[in-house]
């Protein structure tokens, strides 16, 4: 299994002033804008990300982190037989996503991911 990349979720409720801030400041780019959540990518890394949100749209609380993965029923297979909490069961997104969440040792919500062709 591959880890393609991790990305801290901030949690915020003044995007403009967020989206100013990581493009103007910071020289990110925004790679994805769905009004409750931004994400921001470095044009010379793509895969070097953050993002912001002000609620989940489909879940029932804030991830902390978000991991993608190359095989998202490996790593449920294995928090499940771990004995860890999921949070938010696998689930296909409209912004074309399958994801679950899963609370760490530390009470961190992981949001573990894989992109998956919008339906």
Do not use: C
């Not at 299994?1 to 801290?8: E, F, G, L, S, Y």
């Not at 095989?71 to 771990?82: G, P």
């Amino acid at each position: 299994m591959k880890i393609r990349r991790v990305v801290p979720n901030l949690r915020g409720t003044k995007m403009p002033e967020s989206r100013a801030f990581y493009v103007d400041v910071i020289g990110l780019e925004l790679a994805m804008d769905l009004g409750w959540i931004m994400s921001f990518s470095s044009k010379d890394n793509p895969t070097a990300q953050l993002s912001v949100l002000t609620n989940d749209a489909t879940a029932p609380t804030h991830p902390d982190v978000s991991i993608e993965v190359d095989d998202l029923d490996a790593v449920h297979a294995r928090a499940v037989a771990s004995g860890a909490e999921i949070v938010h069961p696998p689930t296909i997104e409209p912004w074309g996503v399958r994801r679950f969440f899963v609370r760490d040792p530390n009470g961190a919500v992981i949001n573990v991911l894989t992109h998956v062709a919008k339906r």
